[in-house]
């Protein structure tokens, strides 16, 4: 049973996480302004500030959009992770652990889900197992049960 249900929960988790991203993402580029974001970045001594912003906003948007679909999840998770130890090192690093102190608490569990599930392979419901064809290995070699083989 918790085979059967194994891809269930990484698409509930992927979908989450992705979701919280592309939120982040579209209001880097869309509610606040990539200029304001790079001021922003400037302000907090993020080297490089214009061209970490359109990193940080493109990655969180993007990634955030590939880990819902399952697609090149090492990558997408990958580029999470260096965003958000980006953040817990530039911003979030003084205020202690805890989020509701300005810690990194928050920033730190992004990280490390984006690389859990960026390295997970995504579930049967992702789109790199339809791309590599794991899923029909997957149900090809499925144990057989009281149900298939009544």
Known sequence: MLTRLQ???????????????????WQKWSTNGI?????GFDGLGIPAPTLSAYFAASAELVGGALLILGALLPLAGLALAATMVGA?????????????????????????????????GGGALALDALWSGKSERQAENAPATAESTA
């Not at 891809?7 to 993402?25: E, M, N, T």
């Not at 202690?96 to 992004?110: A, D, K, P, R």
């Open 7 to 25: 891809p269930i929960g990484l698409l509930i988790g992927r979908v989450v996480l992705g979701v919280v991203f592309i939120a982040h993402g």
């Open 35 to 39: 200029d304001a974001v790079a001021q």
């Open 88 to 120: 817990m090192y530039f911003v979030h690093l003084d205020g202690g652990f805890f989020s509701m102190n300005g810690g990194y608490e928050y920033v730190l569990v992004l990280a490390a889900a984006s690389i859990a599930i960026g390295f997970s």
